[in-house]
């Protein structure tokens, strides 16, 4: 089970809006206010906020964290895929003045999903999608608390999906970025604002990979896939199948 | 009431100050212009002068540029009220009220000129109700102005308002080209 740890290029970003919070949740284009690279913790590391500011102009922030993995070194021989891989990132729930308020475990929990490469900036924040307001698949979730402490996160198969096609690249198409967002985020709720008598929001702090003790890890296990022959018969033309890229027409098909 | 902003830390840069438990702006003094031709509407009276929000001292300072009987400040965060105390040490027409305006709204009396300009201010949805009990036939009101247009978050009607050309570097507040600072005549 090879065990990879975060590349140096991870960071958080933020974005800022005071329109909304589909504002502040951007797109594939976005560019997030700042961005925070190089720490070895950082209490912003997820961040899903609603604050009174100046003078009646209220503000939504959103800090999303990105975890890039170097996987070119990792090839699958003929047969072999990913069995299963965890994610591991140190974290800690925090709370008082601008801090978490619980709301439901959902709220407590760190969510991680599929990014696309890293320019280790600003520029990185809406990563997370794929392509406009379309995130990137979701990757599954682990529980935070108030408690620095490890939060092993076990990806289901669209991690494991995506994972793969970065094993055993080379350069930079051998490197796959993760990203962890807040619940508010990740499920396009807005916030309550602070104050405002629905208050709702999440502040989990984050260790990164220039964190001596605690870095963010990728284990992965690869082992053999099914190789077993499943033959379909008497396939009839009223059962003609298309997916994105196969179309089963009647017939005979072997796998 | 704002007691999240009351009881929040604020870290003090000499061009800035954070609201450290969020990392977001409060003030920053690329609004100086701003804060000039703020204090320069509200003092076209002379008279007595109402200024809520101290911030960085910076309206404070033009206020008292203008010729003016009196200067009210009135300053809720714990960490900014001993800066307008020192400040007004020396300034024998300044008066600082220690405590949100909305609670002493009913005994600050009535002004020719008043500068709104808070922060975390929950409150803030009263101002523009409570406008005719602090000013005076003829006062002359503005405010800090978030919006990108010739509006107001503050819902107060019939304004005029001054365009400004800014460049504000990146921040959680104001990030326009464009500063509309609005001018109420009562």
């Given at each position: 089970m090879p065990d990879v740890t975060s590349d140096t290029a991870d960071l958080a970003t933020r974005n800022t809006s005071t329109t909304s919070w589909s504002d502040a949740q951007g797109s594939e284009t976005t560019t997030g206010t700042s961005s925070n690279a190089g720490a070895t913790v950082n209490n912003f590391g997820i961040y899903n906020i609603?604050?009174?500011?100046?003078?009646?102009?209220?503000?939504?922030?959103?800090?999303?964290?990105?975890?890039?993995?170097?996987?070119?070194?990792l090839g699958l021989s003929a047969g072999e895929g990913i069995v299963s891989a965890t994610l591991t990132l140190h974290a800690q729930i925090i709370t008082g003045t601008g801090g978490h308020t619980t709301g439901t475990a959902a709220h407590d929990k760190i969510y991680l999903r599929g990014a696309g490469p890293l320019d280790n900036g600003a520029a990185d924040y809406g990563n997370v999608?794929?392509?406009?307001?379309?995130?990137?698949?979701?990757?599954?979730?682990?529980?935070?608390?108030?408690?620095?402490?490890?939060?092993?996160?076990?990806?289901?198969?669209?991690?494991?999906?995506?994972?793969?096609?970065?094993?055993?690249?080379?350069?930079?198409?051998?490197?796959?970025?993760?990203?962890?967002?807040?619940?508010?985020?990740?499920?396009?709720?807005?916030?309550?604002?602070?104050?405002?008598?629905?208050?709702?929001?999440?502040?989990?702090?984050?260790?990164?990979?220039?964190?001596?003790?605690?870095?963010?890890?990728?284990?992965?296990?690869?082992?053999?896939?099914?190789?077993?022959?499943?033959?379909?018969?008497?396939?009839?033309?009223?059962?003609?199948?298309?997916?994105?890229?196969?179309?089963?027409?009647?017939?005979?098909?072997?796998? | 009431m704002s007691n999240w902003y009351v009881s929040s830390s604020l870290t003090f840069y000499s061009n800035s100050i954070i609201l450290t438990d969020m990392e977001h702006e409060v003030m920053m003094d690329w609004?100086?212009?701003?804060?000039?031709?703020?204090?320069?509407?509200?003092?076209?009276?002379?008279?007595?002068?109402?200024?809520?929000g101290f911030g960085m001292?910076?309206?404070?300072?033009?206020?008292?540029?203008?010729?003016?009987?009196?200067?009210?400040?009135?300053?809720?965060?714990?960490?900014?009220?001993?800066?307008?105390?020192?400040?007004?040490?020396?300034?024998?027409?300044?008066?600082?009220?220690?405590?949100?305006?909305?609670?002493?709204?009913?005994?600050?009396g009535t002004f020719d000129?008043?500068?709104?300009?808070?922060?975390?201010?929950?409150?803030?949805?009263?101002?523009s109700s409570s406008l005719n009990e602090l000013t005076k036939n003829g006062s002359k009101v503005t405010w800090w102005n978030g919006r990108t247009d010739e509006s107001n978050d503050l819902n107060i009607p019939n304004c005029t308002y001054q365009e400004f050309d800014v460049n504000p570097p990146q921040n959680t507040y104001f990030n326009s080209t464009t500063y509309y600072l609005p001018k109420k005549e009562f």
């Amino acid at each position: 089970m090879p065990d990879v740890t975060s590349d140096t290029a991870d960071l958080a970003t933020r974005n800022t809006s005071t329109t909304s919070w589909s504002d502040a949740q951007g797109s594939e284009t976005t560019t997030g206010t700042s961005s925070n690279a190089g720490a070895t913790v950082n209490n912003f590391g997820i961040y899903n906020i609603f604050t009174a500011g100046r003078t009646g102009t209220n503000t939504f922030t959103i800090n999303r964290s990105y975890f890039p993995f170097d996987l070119s070194g990792l090839g699958l021989s003929a047969g072999e895929g990913i069995v299963s891989a965890t994610l591991t990132l140190h974290a800690q729930i925090i709370t008082g003045t601008g801090g978490h308020t619980t709301g439901t475990a959902a709220h407590d929990k760190i969510y991680l999903r599929g990014a696309g490469p890293l320019d280790n900036g600003a520029a990185d924040y809406g990563n997370v999608y794929s392509s406009g307001t379309t995130k990137f698949a979701s990757f599954g979730s682990g529980t935070a608390s108030t408690t620095a402490g490890n939060v092993v996160i076990t990806l289901n198969s669209d991690g494991l999906s995506f994972l793969t096609g970065f094993m055993g690249q080379a350069g930079a198409s051998g490197t796959a970025t993760i990203a962890a967002l807040g619940f508010l985020d990740d499920q396009d709720t807005a916030p309550g604002l602070i104050g405002g008598g629905s208050d709702s929001s999440v502040k989990i702090a984050l260790t990164y990979s220039n964190n001596a003790s605690n870095k963010p890890t990728l284990s992965i296990t690869t082992g053999a896939v099914s190789t077993t022959a499943t033959t379909y018969n008497n396939i009839g033309d009223e059962q003609v199948i298309k997916t994105n890229t196969i179309v089963i027409k009647a017939g005979l098909l072997k796998f | 009431m704002s007691n999240w902003y009351v009881s929040s830390s604020l870290t003090f840069y000499s061009n800035s100050i954070i609201l450290t438990d969020m990392e977001h702006e409060v003030m920053m003094d690329w609004e100086d212009e701003l804060m000039s031709a703020s204090a320069a509407y509200v003092t076209e009276n002379g008279g007595d002068i109402l200024e809520v929000g101290f911030g960085m001292g910076i309206s404070a300072g033009y206020i008292q540029s203008h010729s003016i009987d009196s200067h009210t400040i009135v300053e809720n965060h714990p960490q900014i009220i001993p800066k307008a105390i020192k400040w007004a040490s020396n300034k024998s027409n300044v008066t600082i009220v220690s405590q949100s305006w909305y609670d002493a709204k009913d005994s600050l009396g009535t002004f020719d000129g008043l500068f709104y300009d808070t922060y975390g201010d929950l409150d803030c949805k009263h101002f523009s109700s409570s406008l005719n009990e602090l000013t005076k036939n003829g006062s002359k009101v503005t405010w800090w102005n978030g919006r990108t247009d010739e509006s107001n978050d503050l819902n107060i009607p019939n304004c005029t308002y001054q365009e400004f050309d800014v460049n504000p570097p990146q921040n959680t507040y104001f990030n326009s080209t464009t500063y509309y600072l609005p001018k109420k005549e009562f």
